[in-house]
Structures are given as C-alpha cells and as structure tokens.
C-alpha cells in the first residue's frame, strides 16, 4: 500500500489541512451524560459508589480496607522489576527532577516607590490528585512526569488513583509511585476516580489539583471537575509533526511517525518537508516499518486516518502551517534547526536536530511529556512545577502613599458607581461621608 502525498499548491490541500486543523474536536455528549450521573452518585454516596463502580466496570470488588495499596505492596513491586529497567527509571526520575527544579518560582517583594511595598507570594498547593492508566497498560513514566514536578514545587500530598481491572496491578507503575515519592495509592479508576479525588469519599480524600492521562471518560470527569478543583488540561490524542528538509535518513523520520501512530487509532502523524523525493522515501520505510510492529494494526489504521505527507514550497511555508497546526510534538529534522528556532511560536515541545527524536522526551530528557495536543499549545503550557503552586499579591501602602493615589481610585470607584468602595478612601483620607 501506498500513502497519499499532498503539495501545499494542490487544489485539494486547503480542505485536507483543515481537516488536520480540527482534529482536536470530539463531540463528548454521550460521555458527559454518563460522567454526569457517575460523579453525581460519588459526591452524594462516597466509598459505597466507588466500590459499585469498581466492581461493575473493573470486575474488582474492594472495600474501604482494600482499596489502599500498601507500602508492601509498592516495595514488592519495586523488588520485582528487572534491575536495569529499575535504574532506568531512577535515571528518568532524576533528570526530570532537575529539570523541573529550574522551573522554581518564589516570592519576591519590590519597594520601588516611596512608602509603597508590592510583591507576589508563592506557595505549594497543599495537595495533588494523579490518574494513572493500569491493568495491562504499564506506562511508569506518566507517573514520573506528572508525581515530580508536584513534589519539587513542595505539594505536601500526593495521591494517586490507578484502575486494576481484575485486580491486576503492573509492577512498573507501582515501582514508579515508590520511586517518585507518593504518598497514597488506591485501586480505583475512571470517572469515579476523578470524582473521588474531587469531592473526597470516606477512604480517599480530596485534592486541590487533578492531572494525568485516560480515556474519554476521564478527560471528561476531569473538564467537567474542573471549577471544583483544578486540573492540568483536557488531553487529546498523541501527534507529531516533523518539519523536514531532506537532510537526514528516510528510516528516522518513518520511526518518528510510527511511535505516535501505535498510541492509538486517532494519534496523529504529519510531514511537512520542501522535498517530493524525500516525502517518497519516508512513505516506503512507513510501510516497511509497519509490517513489524507488534501494534501494526493500530498504527496503520492511525497512519491511514491520521498521517500526513505534506510536500512545502520552503521552510517558511512549512513554519506558517506549524504554526497553525500548534502540535503537542514539533521535530526539527533539519540540517541546522537552530537557525529556525525563532520561527517556532506554538509548539508543545521541540526537538531539535537529527539525534532528538521524540522518544527521548517521553521518558529521559528531563522536560515534561504531558504537553497539550489537538491546536490547545497556542494557549497551554508543559505540565510543570509552576502547575502546583499558588501566586498570592502583596500590596502594602503607607500613609502618605496611600494619599498620593487615594483620590485615583476613588474616581473610577465613582465612575462604577460603587460608592462604598469610594467611602473606603474618602473616609480614611478625614471626610465626611
């Protein structure tokens, strides 16, 4: 089989590419009408709709008693996985601890004019929430990514939910959670673990902030959470989009395309290059690469559905289409991407360079992989610390500060038509009011 190459002078690529533009958009009615009535029933009964629900969608029938991992449990896991995949998960878990240490806000104060003192507190939130995939999904690193920016930026508690349909637990994830430093584990998941972690149950309690990765249902309870607590950002499929020149080999690229394709049927993959040849090239190791997948068939319905060859008339053409398309993964497969940096304005993250593949941030480089998808990074950032913290003003005004800007507020608080607020001033500057 043979993928469709598209040029951007084609007639039909302003409706293919729009296409690609709406690919965030799901319609979630039928989810929120079964979200709805979930998060409901958690809120209202506590432990006992947790366990009905556990026990319906997982085929797990827990108690109060039971529904906590132990400490046991997690140094058993911890014992149990291979020594090497142990210290590479120590290996991320480092690295993605001092990178995130760099992103450290604190508190500061200016006394710029005279009398007057203003200023910013920061300070942790007090506690954290984190959806874990499970059963059979063994994805350690989700929990390394989302667990270590909360506790560098000093969230005090951490509790993570992850679903074990059947009872079945992965090792990995539970390593991971020991490895990071959470606090707390239950054995629960879907809409009804968010609803716990949101309004709080009799065994787990309630948190300031929700993220993490799931299913339709999940990103759903998390939006529909929101307001209630926080959350990190509503997720959408895996993508990646690969800005090439021609330089570099045919087979990286396919690779690069492959490994967002097997997340899932509706992950996206998409090659904008200024050359027809190499476009060609990549193709063919796409299809030759396919063949020995083990996820073959999930990634070639993601490639057939979601893929995109896009031949551009220049590198400048091909910026402007990222820049629309503002992909969860830009990689700069480029000679010199560094020259081109600066034409990058929406982008989850960047790799730069012929030996950055998108891999390395998955699990090792250090930056956070929960990034936004489906167009969300022209206005959404990497997960990090400054997603765990608190920002409080700080304002303090002597007397003879207040006087000189005291009659300032009190006209627009007249001009509002808000006496009272204006009274505050007037009365304190000896008027009659």
Known sequence: MSFTIIKTDDSSFKDIFSEILRRGSADTRDAEKVVSQILLKVREE???ALIEYTSRFDNLDLTPDTMRVTENEIIRAIDAIDDDVRRSLQVAADRIKAFHEKQMESTWTSEDEEGILLGQMVRPLASAGLYVPG?????PSSVLMNAIPAKVAG??????????????INNHILAAAGIAGIDSVYRVGGAQAVAALAYGTETIPKVDKIVGPGNIYVATA????????DIDMIAGPSEVLIISDGSGEASHIAADMLAQAEHDEMAASILITTSSDFAGQVAGEVERQLNKLSRHHIARASINNRGSFIVAKDLDQAFALSNELAPEHLELALEAPDRHLDKVDNAGAI????????????????????????GSAKFFSPLGTYDFIKRSSILSFSENAFKRVGKDAERIADVEGLEAHGNTIRIRMGEEI
């Open 135 to 139: 059963g059979k999904a063994a994805y």
């Open 222 to 229: 998390k939006k529909m959470v929101f307001g209630e607590v």
């Open 351 to 374: 790799f730069m360079g012929h030996f950055t593949p998108e891999a390395l941030g998955d699990y090792v480089a250090g930056p956070n992989h929960v990034l936004p998808t489906g």
């Open 46 to 48: 506590g432990d006992r």
């Open 155 to 168: 969230v005090k508690k951490i509790v993570m939910v992850v679903p074990t349909p059947g009872g079945e």
